[in-house]
């Protein structure tokens, strides 16, 4: 184990030849520090603290409830070299990796309160390393709904989600949601294996001109053994700066 800090800076620019078309192309730089901790072996070779650079671009198209959305990305590590156990290292690092991913959804929309749909979506990547992995997150991307954040890392992803939300009169908005996911992570192995959870979220608005969003998320079937618990909370408070 060790730790990792990250600090992002990056710009995007979007064009929207139609109403339903949008194009998106974007550049970030991305400062890694990374520092042993107290249960990092002694011979452990730590990355080394720089600089990434990843040009990316995206379509996204939406129409009559569909959407579609694809990109990529490609990050190089000017000073990077190889780091890990002595006589691992040489597998663990890479100087330069690619991902790619593409989702699709459909929204069916049952009067003006009630709403329900799925999601198709695969995440994927070549050269990926221990660090540049995948990480389900709950604000990022991918998301596998039951597996907390930080538990565990991926090469390849591919999710299958329903969802069914009611929204009463635009003051408490209230959805569920089950997904099953096929996930690799080829330094453990080189096969697939299934995640299944469940998500209930709410939002509703909160006092002094806030908004309240919550989440709790169950984990059914997955890396169980290393997690703390089934169980996942999350509260969110959102306030407008004007």
């Not at 002694?42 to 959407?67: Q, W």
């Not at 989702?103 to 009630?114: A, N, V």
């Not at 990926?128 to 390849?156: A, C, H, M, N, V």
Request: charged share 20%; proline share 5%.
């Amino acid at each position: 184990s060790f730790y990792s800090f990250e600090q992002t800076a990056g710009l995007r620019a979007s064009w929207q030849p139609t109403l339903n078309l949008s194009l998106t192309g974007a550049f970030h730089v991305a400062f890694d520090h990374y520092r042993a901790t107290a249960d990092t072996a002694k011979d452990f070779v730590l990355p080394p603290t720089g600089i990434t650079l990843t040009p990316s671009f995206e379509l996204k198209y939406a129409r009559s409830g569909y959407m579609f959305n694809t990109g990529a990305s490609l990050t190089r590590r000017p000073n990077w070299r190889n780091f890990g156990p002595p006589g691992e290292a040489e597998i663990l690092g890479k100087n330069q990796f690619d991902k790619y991913f593409a989702e699709f959804s459909k929204d069916f929309f049952f009067g003006k309160f009630t709403k329900t749909g799925f999601q198709l979506a695969y995440y994927g990547g070549d050269k990926l390393d221990r660090i540049s992995q995948y990480r389900t997150s709950f604000l990022g991307e991918p998301r596998i709904k039951g597996i907390p954040s930080g538990t565990d890392s991926f090469d390849s992803v591919g999710v299958v989600s329903g969802y069914h939300g009611i929204n009463i009169f635009d003051l408490i908005k209230l959805e569920g949601s089950y997904n099953h996911a096929w996930a690799r992570n080829r330094i453990e192995s080189p096969d697939f294996r299934g995640y299944d959870g469940l998500q209930f979220d709410f939002g509703t608005a909160g006092p002094w001109a806030t908004y309240l969003q919550g989440t709790v998320t169950y984990a059914i079937a997955g890396n169980l053994e290393r997690y703390d618990s089934r169980w996942g909370a999350y509260l969110m408070i959102y306030k407008p700066l004007r």
